[in-house]
């Protein structure tokens, strides 16, 4: 199954984007799908991730209270509100077999989406 995230784009701080993860298949209900950002000089890091058949989701603590992540059938969301400066990243989806914060327990990464946030 491969993830393929979409929804970036040009944004004021206090803006709020939508990404979506589209799965080309479904989704095992012991998959976790994962958020991570990357930018410019930067690791990859954890932004946030949902069981897919618990729904259970867990958040980083820079986004917490302000991103949503969610999901349908076979494709994840990420709701981003009062975005900041410091959210400007490429954004990526992956999926793993249990919950992890560390990209390498993630597989399947798509092309990521670019999420540039003017101040």
């Known amino acids: 199954v491969q993830l393929q995230a979409s929804g970036g784009g040009l944004v004021q701080a206090g803006g709020s984007l939508r990404l979506s993860c589209a799965a080309s298949?479904?989704?095992?209900?012991?998959?976790?799908v994962g958020w991570f950002r990357q930018a410019p000089g930067k690791v990859r890091e954890f932004v946030a991730a949902i069981r897919w058949g618990r729904r259970s989701t867990y958040y980083a603590d820079s986004v917490k209270g302000r991103f949503t992540i969610s999901r349908d059938t076979n494709t994840a969301y990420l709701q981003m509100d009062n975005l900041k400066p410091e959210d400007a990243a490429v954004y990526y989806c992956?999926?793993?077999?249990?919950?992890?914060?560390?990209?390498?327990?993630?597989?399947?990464w798509g092309q990521g989406t670019l999420v540039t946030v003017s101040s």
């Open positions: 298949g479904a989704i095992y209900s012991s998959s976790v």
């Open positions: 992956g999926r793993a077999t249990e919950l992890a914060y560390a990209p390498a327990q993630y597989k399947y």
